[in-house]
Every structure is written in structure tokens, then in C-alpha cells.
């Protein structure tokens, strides 16, 4: 695991290793989106020296949620919170990133005060149901109903909450922000086909219909400068009933463009991943992946989807990745690198307690070393 451990810069990022933290939806926010005593502990838990995290999916608004009890960063009472979960991966020599997100057509009225999802056009995700705690009571499993077409005043709105967002990701001491552009969410939804049929400056060609993503990515580094805005992708994907004529075509163009960006890095998941699930290969139509993508995106790429430890280090080996994320592998392995450096044995995840609850199967797995 020799390439895993060699540091590197990602953008104004200084890595001391390779193996970063997926952001990973855990539904365990206070109460109004507030991180609190819980997500301290468990980011806290996952920090690494120069390691990476990249914190759970968080709300940019009020009126755009998905999943109950997830956080937000859209007030000063989140922001606080965030504040604390920052200083506590600061604490232990890590660095931490806020995946900043707007789910549009994956949304539900129940979480979002009432408001019906808003998308590029009104077009259904067929079949994607919200992910509901254990206890709520019904969220799981519940269509999301159908979106209406945002109004060009609409989007400006939006930009302006992702700067807002972005300020005080900012203020609460992240060290960068990821803008969540995979899993079909908003900004994926304006740049392919089967979400997206505007007539607009906002839909039709390559351009207008990726204008969204680099609008948004504008606001970011208008905030943050260059070297700690990234981008998450996820270009084979078909969560959130995501399809298009010719993807290999929108996310070329798209990588080629971020050059132009200044990116920290891009984040990539690879075609063997459906959201939080392992990929159905019959339905693996046309991958899209970083191997691909290299050859158009020249700076930093973080590949996720799937990993183990070997995995991943045949990736960096052979030059198709910078860095690599684990999702699961991280929700019981708190010291995930330390157990790839040593070679100890990785306690296996637990699916019945990924979304919502208490410590239980969230921050009570040992490390290593304590078990
Ligand atoms: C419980 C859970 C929650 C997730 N939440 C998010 C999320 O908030 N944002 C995101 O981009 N991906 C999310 N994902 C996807 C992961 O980041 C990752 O791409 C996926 O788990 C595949 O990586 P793995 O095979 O290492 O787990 C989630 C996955 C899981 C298992």
C-alpha cells in the first residue's frame, strides 16, 4: 500500500495521504439540520493527520430536502454546529470539505416546508423513493412526487443560496466545499437529456445545459478562490432515474471545461456504484469512468465506488486516479487508514444502521486499536 501513503497536494489542499473519507448521508442531525454532540464525535473519530474528509450531502436551502434529520447549512444555528465538527477534525491534524447540496427533483414537501421539488423541467424520477430512517415512520420508501419547472428567477435564487452556503461553510472553517453534482441531483438533472428538456439558457446544447454546474462552481470560488472548490460526478450514473443520449459526450466536455476552473479536485464515482448500492451489471450500459476522464481533466481526481484496499492502490498505480474515497469501508472502520497502512483486519459495515438513529452502528465501532 506504498502509493496510498505518499502525500500530495490537492489544490491549496496538503494531503499527508491518499485514502479520503466519501461523503456519506448518515441522517443524524439535531433537530432543524444542526449537527450536534453525534457528528462531532463521528467525524472526530475518522480524522486523520493530513487525511482527508469529506462531510455527509448538507442542505444549501430550506425548501430542498430529501432525507429527514439531514443537516443544512443554510442558518446560523448549522453553522455553529458545522463550527464544531470543523475544530474537532482540526484538532486531530485532519482536513474536512462540506459537500454542499440541492437534491431539485429529489426532494419531498414533508422536509422542505411544504415547497413541491423543483427541477430544470417537470419531468418524474421514476421509481426513487426517499430514504427514511429506521423510526420515522414513513419517508422510506415514498415516491418523490413531480417537480415543477424552475422559473429563470428561480435559479438566480438558487446560485445565490449555494453563495450563501458557500460563505458560511467558509466562516465555520472548512477547509473547502464540494459542490454534490452526482446521484441525480440538481445539477445533474440541468445537464442531461432525460431530466433536462429547456428551451432556454438553461437547456438545448452542451453548454447551456452545463451552465448550471459552472455557474454554481463561479459562485463557489467567487467565496472561496481557487485551489478549494471541488466537484462530485457521478457519469454512469442511474440513481434518481438519471439517463442521457450520449454521456460519454456531456461529462467529456464537462471535465475538459473544469480545467478552466482551478479546482481542488474532481471527484469521481465509478460506474460499479448506483448511489449507496453495488451496481446491478446488467444494467451497466456505456461506463463512464476516470480512466476516461483523465485523459480530459488534467488536475486532481479522486476515484470512489467500490474500493478495497488493493483495489485502490492499483488504481493509483496505474495513474488512473490521485485519491480514493471509501464510503462504506469508512462507516465501521473510523481508523480506515491506519488499518490499510498496517494491514489489520476492516470490520465489515452494517446497512440496517446507515441512515438515521443513535450511536449505535454510527459512532460506537472501535478503532483497531481499542477493540
Ligand atoms: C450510507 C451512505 C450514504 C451516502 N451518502 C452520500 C452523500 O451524502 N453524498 C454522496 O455524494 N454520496 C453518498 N453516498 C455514496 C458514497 O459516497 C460512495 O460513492 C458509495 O458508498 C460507493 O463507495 P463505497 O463502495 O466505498 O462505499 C452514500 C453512500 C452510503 C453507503
Known amino acids: 500500500m506504498n502509493k496510498l501513503f505518499t502525500p ?3 489544490g491549496k489542499l496538503r494531503l499527508q495521504h491518499r485514502v479520503v473519507m466519501a461523503p456519506a448521508t448518515r441522517m443524524r442531525s ?3 439540520g444542526v449537527p450536534g454532540d453525534l457528528m462531532v464525535e463521528y467525524y472526530r473519530q475518522r480524522a486523520s493527520q493530513g487525511g482527508l474528509l469529506i462531510a455527509e450531502a448538507t442542505a444549501i436551502s430550506p425548501y430542498a430536502n430529501a432525507y429527514a434529520d439531514a443537516p443544512g447549512i443554510f442558518n446560523d444555528a ?5 463550527q ?3 475544530d474537532s477534525v482540526h484538532q486531530q491534524g485532519g482536513q474536512i470539505v462540506l459537500q454542499l447540496w440541492h437534491p431539485g427533483r429529489q426532494s419531498l414537501p414533508e422536509l422542505s416546508q411544504g415547497h413541491q421539488p423543483v427541477a430544470p423541467s417537470a419531468l418524474l424520477a421514476r421509481e426513487t423513493y426517499g430514504v427514511g430512517k429506521r423510526d ?5 420508501g415514498k415516491l418523490f412526487p413531480l417537480p415543477r419547472a424552475l422559473l429563470a428567477s428561480e435559479i438566480d435564487e438558487i446560485l445565490d443560496a449555494f453563495r450563501l452556503s458557500a460563505q458560511r461553510a467558509k466562516d465555520a472553517g472548512f ?3 464540494e459542490l454534490h453534482a452526482a446521484n441525480g441531483y440538481l445539477p445533474e438533472q440541468f445537464l442531461l ?6 428551451q432556454d439558457r438553461w437547456g438545448g446544447s ?3 445545459r452545463a451552465r448550471f454546474l459552472f455557474d454554481v462552481l463561479s459562485v463557489l470560488t467567487a467565496v472561496w478562490g481557487s485551489g478549494r472548490v471541488a466537484v462530485r460526478i457521478s457519469p454512469s450514473g442511474i440513481y434518481g432515474d438519471m439517463h442521457d443520449s450520449d454521456p460519454a459526450a456531456k461529462f467529456s466536455y464537462v471535465a475538459e471545461k473544469l480545467n478552466d476552473v482551478g479546482l481542488a479536485y474532481l471527484h469521481i464515482i465509478e460506474p460499479r456504484i448506483v448511489g449507496p448500492e453495488d451496481r446491478d451489471s446488467t444494467r451497466y450500459v456505456d461506463p463512464v469512468a476516470s480512466r476516461q476522464l483523465r485523459a480530459f481533466y488534467h488536475g486532481i481526481i479522486i476515484a470512489a465506488g467500490g474500493f478495497t484496499p488493493d483495489a485502490a492502490e492499483k488504481m493509483l498505480l496505474a495513474g488512473e486516479a490521485d485519491l480514493i474515497a471509501f464510503g462504506r469501508l469508512f462507516t465501521s472502520n473510523p481508523d480506515l487508514p491506519a488499518r490499510i497502512r498496517y494491514g489489520y483486519p476492516l470490520t465489515p459495515y452494517q446497512r440496517e444502521t446507515f441512515f438515521g438513529g443513535d450511536a449505535a452502528g454510527y459512532s460506537d465501532f472501535p478503532a483497531y486499536h481499542q477493540a
Do not use: F, I, P, T
Open 8 to 10: 500530495l497536494s490537492a
Open 30 to 32: 439535531e433537530s432543524g
Open 78 to 82: 448549522q453553522q455553529a454546529g458545522w
Open 84 to 86: 464544531r465538527v470543523v
Open 136 to 140: 420515522d415512520g414513513g419517508y422510506a
Open 175 to 177: 477547509d473547502g466545499v
Open 193 to 198: 437529456d432525460g431530466s433536462n428538456q429547456r
Open 206 to 208: 452542451l453548454a447551456n
